[in-house]
RNA sequence: GCGGAUGUAGCUCAGUUGGUUAGAGCGCUGGUUUGUGGCACCGGAGGCCGUGGGUUCAAGCCCCAUCAUUCGCCCCA
């Protein structure tokens, strides 16, 4: 019998406790940001019937990368890839009552059967952030807004990423106004613009003029060139510059100006995979040579609600993924120090264990986190377990201590203790967690 | 689904044109030290050289297969 591997499956993680502290960090930052624009959180169940997905989120996703198996009971059932599908479906279940705008959240885990890379794992966490029922683009502003505030609560200057936004409006009416392109070209196009800034600029020529039929290809590279060349969204051609989708762009620009966004960008090329985005799109893009990534991205599914049979509902959104989220924050050195979450280690001398136990019960009713090392070891063992533990701060109790009702409390990282009576102790660990830990939802 | 790279101790890796008993650093562990970790010194444990086949007098090293990890591609949150 072979040996049992201690791998986790491929593509997922095991989350050890130095690894889930940095989880919960994420998390939490996450968390504080989207509930300081008062969005609450919802979830839903892992497993959705197949055709959740079938219907809208693209072939690929569905056939190819969906993890998915037949219940006893003979239905297809597909564990979630994305939470979209599955909000929009809690959304149109209570379309009537629910209290709008709706602002929701979630922090699901998702899974798509793909091979593993950088930055793309099989299993992840997103961060799903929603605003149904505003139509105008006060509402792509918010999302947008909160993206922005996430990436400067992990620590981002406004140089280390940019906001990238487009709009699929504009792309459809380019495509088929502009370009006069078919539905099938329209296709092409629109792979061929995202993934401009991978080919040489050569390939995209002769790329666009095999997509073209020979009338088109006479004015088309002139027309793309156009497009292309333009750096902000006054460049556009004339034709496109009166339509109401670049208005709306154009607004949106204005809006976040005033609200001191400055490292948002117009982009044609962006275009997203999802079929469903209707309007207007945006990704945040690390900026870093290293790391010139797509971080994350999102924008409006107006369509999506109305699937599930109720009239439409205006819809705005994005997902932010906790592995390029973790990739970025290393790659710019923002990662904070790992330290445990428990305050002290009570490292016990001689027969004091008893004692110990009482003193930690009373430090716990103050709210101080304790874990009692109850081994019997030799102190200096102590001593290397909590070093090991990263736990901040240890406390000596020996009988001699408890009778005198004075213990030394030390300060791991800076080496230094004091003997302090209980009072002081308790204020000790507090200003600290106060001033150097933010664990409030920890 | 396609292509490249890599699998040797817990970790990071070295290992000569194939040659006898497979190495280092860190980590772990015991001691110097029965109430103070990180430093120092002295000991110790720990390897089916990913797995299976093949070539050879002889394989960690060469060949084939397979599995795993990883980086790209396709695609995309």
Known sequence: MAQLSTQPYKGARDFYPEDKRIQNYIFSTWRHVVESYG?????APLLEPLELYAAKSGQEIVSEQTYQFVDRGGRTVAIRPEMTPTVSRMVAARRQELAYPARWYSIPNLWRYERPQKGRLREHWQLNVDMFGVETVDADLELMLISYDIMKAF???DKMFKIRVNSRRLINIMMAEYLELDVVQSQLMIKLFDKKNKVTPEEFRDQALAIFDQEQAKTGLKK?????????MGELPKELLATSAVQDIQ????LLRER???????????????DYYTDIVFEVFDTNPENARSLFGGGRYDGLVSLFGVQPVPTVGFGMGDVT????LETHNLMPKPESTTDVYMIVLGNALKGAQKLARELREEGVKVAVDITGRKLDKQIKSAVKMKVPFMLFVGEQELQDEVFTLKDVAKSNEEKLGFGRIVTTIKDYRRRYVDDDDL
């Open 325 to 328: 989220i973790k990739d970025f």
């Open 39 to 43: 969005y609450e959180q919802y979830d």
């Open 251 to 254: 607004a949106l620009f204005t």
């Open 155 to 157: 620590g981002a200057n």
């Open 224 to 232: 793309i060139a156009a497009l292309i060349g333009a750096k902000t």
């Open 260 to 274: 001191g966004v400055t490292n948002a960008v117009f982009d044609i090329t962006l275009m997203r995979g999802f």
